[in-house]
């Protein structure tokens, strides 16, 4: 049994349709179009090409071969590693017996980390709101509210922070979690600390329903957000258990709604008509959430709303977030609220001592929930997200606010 808010909430539609809706495909057709453009355009102006020679030769799968990618000015030179390696020694002036010495990504990324100056006492707090939102509990690397209150909450308290920067790459999730968070974030505010948001690869749904509060929001061009709507879905496996295996199922009641939830009884046009208006209650919060964050009307805000996702630069257009920048430009104008000249960063959640984690872990007084993680992804490789998807659907609890697809980064 599925109840939503927002003709554009698609996240119910493989359980209750067999195909895409036509408001689905016009959202996704909206936001998957420009971010194509940017993809082209970014492509075009590095390799000199116009962006109607670039789609011909998508149209036309021009690039399947090196050759051919070579022929087309995609590439630069055909070759083997020992060609790359020579031809950065020579870039470098390395003689060809030097040995080239390389750096991982991470240790790279590692390498520019900021001196904290600790005779600045003012601070921005810097926070990271990573993964799905979860009421009470969840995996390690997601959004559990209990986690983020006492962060928030710990944040508000310290006179030395001066200003927010919530920095969210989230599809959402837990519509009571997503308003648990809001709540925090609203105390910080009212306490005198400016809320800035930095939108990463996504803040949608939740991620957005935790974000527009904020003083000012920052996205990324190609950022998907919005998505304001909910969900709420009820397994019903009458089906399975009586005409499949056989089972059948009887009970005494001592009131007519006393079996509650579950899933061997059909639900009745009275339950599911209670259960879509407290649905559509919290759709209405939603809204009346993002209405008053960004100063709009609850009508204009129900017009852009109805669970539809849009991209960075149009959600600029429309009104949902306030500039297209990254998380400096969001760092800079959280200082400026604050009117601060001097700071230092103090990030969030604490990233504890590798050393004492391992060591945790050794003496078993680590949560194992690292260790499985990483024994999971080991042995199912690319499978690990398939397996994650369906434990996150076990874990839903209650309304959700979260999007209606799983983005990849390939």
């Known amino acids: 049994e599925v109840f939503y808010g927002g003709v554009f909430k698609s996240a119910t539609e493989p359980y209750r349709r067999t195909d895409m809706s036509e408001p689905n495909r016009k959202q996704m057709h909206q936001f998957l179009q420009p971010a194509y453009n940017n993809f082209l355009s970014d492509i075009g102006e590095s390799r000199n090409k116009p962006i109607a020679e670039l789609k011909k030769m998508a149209n036309e799968l021009s690039l399947g071969q090196a050759k051919t990618a070579l022929a087309n000015g995609m590439v630069d030179e055909l070759g083997y590693i ?3 390696i020579a031809d950065l020694k020579e870039r470098i002036g390395l003689k060809e017996k030097d040995k080239l010495k390389t750096v991982s990504l991470n240790d790279y990324a590692g390498s520019f980390k900021k001196k904290k100056n600790f005779k600045v006492k003012d601070k921005i707090a810097l926070v990271y709101a990573e993964g799905v939102i979860y009421q009470d509990k969840g995996d390690h690397g997601n959004i559990v509210d209990n986690d983020y209150i006492k962060i928030l909450r710990k944040i508000r308290k310290d006179d030395k922070i001066k200003a927010i920067v919530l920095r969210v790459n989230s599809p959402g999730g837990s519509a009571i979690a997503s308003e648990n968070i809001w709540r925090e974030l609203t105390l910080a505010k009212e306490a005198g600390k400016p809320v800035v948001v930095s939108m990463g690869d996504y803040a949608a749904s ?8 904020a003083d ?3 996205a990324e061009p190609n950022t998907l957000t919005g998505s304001i709507g909910v969900f709420s879905m009820i ?8 005409d499949k295996l056989g089972i059948t199922f009887d009970t005494v009641k001592t009131a007519k709604y006393s079996n509650g939830l579950n899933v061997v009884y059909d639900m009745d046009d009275y339950e599911k008509s209670v259960y879509q208006n407290s649905t559509n209650a919290l759709y209405e919060t939603f809204l009346k959430r993002v209405g008053d964050g960004r100063d709009m009307a609850r009508d204009d805000v129900h ?12 959600a600029k257009e429309i009104g949902l977030v306030d500039e297209i920048g990254n998380i400096d430009d969001a760092i800079a104008a959280a200082s400026e609220l604050a009117g601060l000249e001097k700071y230092r960063i103090a990030e969030y959640p604490k990233q504890p001592d590798p050393m004492q984690e391992f060591i945790k872990e050794l003496t078993g007084e680590k949560d194992d929930k690292g260790i499985k993680t990483r024994i999971l992804q080991e042995e199912l490789g690319e499978h690990y997200d398939i397996y994650r998807q369906v434990k996150e659907v076990v874990n839903m609890k209650g309304v959700q606010a979260r999007l209606p697809f799983v983005l990849r980064f390939d």
């Open 82 to 84: 020992d060609n790359v």
């Open 206 to 213: 939740g991620g957005y329903y935790i974000s527009c509060l």
């Open 216 to 218: 000012k929001i920052y």
């Open 235 to 242: 397994p019903n496996m009458r089906e399975l258990y009586n």
């Open 303 to 314: 017009k852009i709303a109805q669970g539809r996702v849009w991209i960075g630069s149009k």
